[in-house]
């Protein structure tokens, strides 16, 4: 029996009520299953409040509200069911989503600060009188800072660090609760701890503190709807009250400092002060919050007499601890890092960031557990706790509440670390924005590593409405003439770190469209098409009438391994040519952008600059041989991935010389940021699969499985983050968890399994597994906008068989290994067996 899902609203994920959607109009999505072959949706009925809706369409993927808009605090029950001709499914499952406050006339609320408010965290107190039953309460809250709430001394729910980082001068994010549960009729007392979080605390490494502003403040409504129908509200406004809290210090970088002894405090004032509110925005994405928790896998003394802890995996977070019997006025500290060095906790790649949590005991069993800071980390040391046990402490993972939506999985165990890397990287880094790292003194949205890495993040998380989040952002924060800042939400506005640079600031252009190919999403590129092309025309004005990107800061082929550790990027790769391959690039995307969204001129004009980028690209950097100036294996890479080598003969003589470089340099990586998510496909798709396989699966340093035989968890920053002895980089910047150059997994998913998207949203799968003699399996999974797609294939006996998956809505293009010719196929699970191409190519190559 055909089975519609309960339908999803725009691009949130959580599971139970959608609470404050910002949307009057939320588009729908849902998946099919139990379909047999051949069905195919021809309408679909949408049932609102009790309404329901027909509409002849085989779409299922953000399709239009069909009901009138959605008022503030409007909540809807959802239903949806499909059809195939007159044959019509069940209805789904209900679900529900309500609407935030869509004006900004619907708060009452203003921001309040404490009039004095010392040194310590404050908490703002605000009470109100309920006279009977609660049918139903919401809690609509923001602040400038951080904050944690309580109503009637219990937490509203798990969210933590709300509400999150954006561009605070330009956007400012409000988080709905339901509260209901937690009220009571006669008196409730509604808390919030207030801390320095992103908006007051210390940003980036030169030191900044307070870049938004140096005063906390609140703005908080809470809603109450009694059974006779009245609504009681509880705003923040001048009668509310401050004190100030147990925690003495707190920081993202630094840490916080908690005394648990009691402390009887006078409550103080709070006053008004002046704030936007049309900055106020509802979320895209899911809130941070705890996602899992890590026990320790050991408990041992150092050789100078340290407690250390060993959690078995680089995560980010904080420690838990159960301390008991301790006497009041104890101090217990935690110190975090990601690795040992000399047998001690290894904090220099921390750099100014202290990554300290320290509790003055009140006496009483405890568990110590910080909530107004994060540390990114593998070991802790713990001081004041004697004969500390394994099983009194634990890592509680912390990042936004992400959707996991994909898989892969090999008969090589170091490929599957690798991937699980990647994966223990992305978990790190996506924490409200995507982060470079989240350890040391500045876990900020770097454009560059997001742009190259976009790929393999959509497709092992939903990431879809934090992306969207941050390309507000960016847009936001992109200067007049179209300059992207580095790093977004901005940080730095010196005026060497607000130039132009390629590949960073052509995340304007790529991520929107990386999340429009993942999502088919066009509302993505409608949105974002101001930025898109507006960084393309500022690249226009810096390149000139000969269209060469020449000259300024470039951060160029980042991290290439032959650069020095004290200047990363004094790559191969001449800066030119990766500036003026990006801006052909660059200008690409938004042609097909214009295009898709039916602005013909903007698309004609784009298309035209697009040949004449890539025109003075072979002119000024290729030879007639199809060698590029510099030859380095990342510009090579660039050249045949981005269709920048005019003559089918030059492309082929690049392809030759990239497996001639590669081959040179002994199978081991040669390429930075910008080489590395590309130089397995540039080789693949020249025909040198064996030298891509070649380099994917060396392990001798530097290489992608090197970290792998050294016992990493997560992706690092550096190639040689650590040593083959043992010992740190020296370089200043040395991360352990940094997801850039896990950028290959994106090609393990689509080349390696064989898993891709051939149509925007995996409306069409392409299925093209390529094999190697390494390898006798693999397999990938992903959750599409249509439902779960998958591929496996296994070597064995002689035979090759191959599983696919096809989900409801979607077909897939089928690349049968061995076969001469593809096949297209529809929904549902299908099967090949065929002779192994790999020993009959091994037997073709032993008889030549």
């Known amino acids: 029996m055909v089975q519609p899902s309960a339908p999803r609203f725009e691009h949130r994920t959580e599971p139970g009520p959608v609470l404050g959607i910002g949307t ?87 921001f309040v600060s404490p009039v004095d408010p010392g040194e310590r965290a404050p908490v703002i107190v605000g009470r109100v009188e309920v006279p009977g039953p609660v049918r139903s309460a919401r809690l609509y809250a923001t602040a400038h800072g951080v904050y944690v709430p ?20 330009h956007r400012l994010r409000y988080h ?83 005394d648990l002894r009691r402390h009887d405090a006078p409550a103080t004032g709070v006053e008004v002060v002046d704030a936007d509110l049309t900055r106020l925005v509802a979320p895209d994405g899911p809130p941070i919050r705890p996602t899992s928790v890590l026990p320790a896998r050991k408990v041992w003394t150092s050789p100078t007499g340290k407690t250390l802890v060993d959690f078995g995996q680089n995560a980010v977070g904080w420690v838990r601890l159960h301390v008991r019997g301790l006497r009041a006025g104890t101090t217990v500290v935690v110190r975090h890092a990601e690795v040992l060095e000399d047998k001690e906790l290894g904090t220099r790649p921390l750099r100014s960031a202290r990554a300290t949590d320290t509790w003055v005991l009140s006496g009483r069993d405890e568990v110590l557990e910080p909530s107004l800071t994060l540390h990114g980390f593998r070991y802790a040391e713990v001081t004041g706790v004697p004969d500390l046990r394994a099983e009194d402490i634990e890592l509680v993972v912390v990042g936004s509440g992400l959707r996991r939506t994909g898989w892969f999985s090999s008969s090589h165990e170091q490929l599957n670390q690798l991937h699980e890397n990647v994966v223990w990287s992305t978990r790190g880094n996506f924490v ?26 959509t497709f092992l998380y939903d990431t879809t409405g934090l992306l969207r989040s941050w390309l507000a952002d960016l847009a936001a924060e992109q200067r007049p003439d179209g300059s992207v800042p580095h790093v ?234 650590m040593r083959p002895d043992g010992t740190i980089n020296p370089g200043e910047m040395t991360s352990f968890n940094h997801y850039a150059l896990g950028a290959v997994a994106d090609w393990l998913h689509r080349t390696v399994a064989g898993l891709a998207p051939a149509a925007p949203g995996y409306r069409r799968l392409l299925v093209h597994p390529r094999l190697t003699p390494e390898l006798t399996s693999a397999a990938a999974t992903h959750l599409t906008p249509y439902g779960k797609a998958s591929v496996s294939w296994q070597r064995s006996a002689g035979h090759l068989r191959l599983d696919l998956h096809v989900p409801v809505g979607a077909s897939a293009e089928v690349h049968v290994p061995g076969a001469e010719q593809p096949v297209t196929v529809g929904q549902g699970d299908h099967r090949w067996l065929v002779t192994d191409p790999v020993i009959r190519s091994e037997v073709a190559v032993s008889d030549a």
């Not at 309408?43 to 299922?60: D, K, L």
């Not at 590593?449 to 790929?455: A, E």
């Not at 000969?546 to 790559?571: C, H, I, K, S, Y």
């Open 432 to 457: 409200d924005l995507p982060t470079d790292c989240p350890q040391r003194d500045e876990r900020l949205g770097w454009t560059g590593d997001i742009q190259i890495f976009g790929p393999t993040a």
């Open 176 to 258: 709905v609760y339901d509260v209901t549960t937690l009220i009571r009729p006669g008196e409730n007392v509604l808390e919030f701890v207030l801390g320095n979080g992103w908006y007051r605390g210390r940003l980036g490494w030169t030191n900044q503190r307070a870049i938004y502003g140096d005063r906390l403040a609140l703005l908080a409504q809470l809603e109450i709807t009694t059974f006779d129908g009245a609504v009681h509200v509880l705003a923040t406004d001048g009668t509310w009250h401050a004190r100030p809290s147990e925690v003495l210090a707190d920081d993202l970088y630094d840490g916080q400092t908690t």
């Open 488 to 721: 977004v939400p901005e940080v730095d506005r010196s005026p060497e770190f607000r130039t132009p640079a390629a590949a960073w600031g052509d995340a304007a252009a790529v991520v929107p469209w990386t999340l429009y190919q993942r999502t088919g999403d066009l509302q993505v590129l409608e949105r974002q098409l101001p930025s898109m092309s507006a960084w393309v025309d500022k690249v226009a004005a810096l390149a000139g009438p000969d269209r060469l990107w020449r000259g300024g800061f470039q951060f160029g082929d980042w991290l290439d391994p032959t650069a020095p550790p004290e200047d990363p990027g004094q790559a191969k790769a001449d800066p030119d040519v990766v500036a003026t391959a990006h801006f052909a690039r660059s200008s690409w995307i938004v042609a097909e952008a214009a295009r898709l969204l039916g602005r013909a001129a903007d698309a004609e004009k784009y298309r035209l600059l697009t040949e004449e980028v890539r025109a003075a690209f072979a002119r000024a950097f290729v030879t007639p041989q199809g060698r590029i100036h510099s030859d380095a294996q990342t510009l090579y890479a660039l050249a045949i991935e981005w269709d920048l080598l005019p003559e089918a003969e030059q492309r082929v003589a690049a392809g030759r010389r990239l497996a001639e470089l590669v081959r040179d340099g002994g199978f081991r990586i040669a390429t930075g940021f910008v080489g590395t998510p590309l130089v397995c496909d540039a080789l693949t798709s020249t025909g040198h699969l064996d030298v891509a396989y070649r380099l994917l699966l060396q392990t001798q340093c530097p290489s992608w499985l090197y970290p792998v035989t050294m016992g990493a968890t997560t992706v690092w920053e550096r190639w040689d983050s």
């Open 24 to 110: 009057p109009v939320p588009r729908l999505s849902w998946t099919v299953t139990n379909a047999e072959e051949g069905w195919r949706q021809t309408a679909y009925e949408v049932q609102v409040a009790g309404e329901v809706f027909t509409v002849r369409s085989a779409e299922q993927v953000l399709v239009p509200w069909p009901a009138r808009p959605l008022r503030s605090r409007e909540r809807a029950e959802v239903k949806v069911r499909a059809a195939y001709g007159d044959d019509w499914s069940p209805w789904s499952e209900p679900a529900t989503v309500e609407a935030g406050l869509l004006d900004v006339a619907d708060w009452t609320a203003r």
């Open 150 to 169: 309580t109503v009637n001394g219990r937490r509203v729910d798990d969210t933590v660090l709300a509400p999150g980082w954006t561009s605070y001068e």
